[in-house]
């Protein structure tokens, strides 16, 4: 897993430091992860780490396209997944979920108006008491 961290990074111009790896490997486990979050699980392993290195870090990554952030319920959020989707923020249990939406056609709707859509974050605050699992 880290070589091919190691490699995306090369690709996208970064240079592979451990503070790069680390955090690439925390973001993807798949979840929603605010900086403090990913701070204190840094410290474990890392205890040297400044909570301003994980914010730099998150940043340089969005800034390649490694990474996703958005807001939600007063923080900001980072991700891996990069393609346009739907986070829904579940107030009654204090969590984020992704949505597989079709947001094609509004990113098309944009576009043709000439504009140029660098990124698309849609943030949903629901109940989410009722939810479905699909299958």
Known sequence: MSEDIANELRRKGLKVTPQR??????ILRN?????????????????????????????????AGLVNSFEA???????????PH????CID????IDMEVNVGSMVRDIQERGIDVKSLNIVVYADCSKLKVQK
């Open 21 to 26: 790896l680390a955090i690439m490997k925390i």
């Open 31 to 63: 979840g929603h992860y605010n900086g403090e979050q990913i701070y204190e699980e840094l410290k474990k392993t890392e205890p040297s780490i400044s909570l301003s290195t994980v914010y730099n870090t998150l940043e340089t990554l969005k800034d």
């Open 73 to 83: 319920n007063g923080m900001k959020w980072y991700e891996a997944k990069v393609e």
């Open 86 to 89: 739907v986070n829904v923020f």
């Open 93 to 96: 249990m204090n969590e984020i």
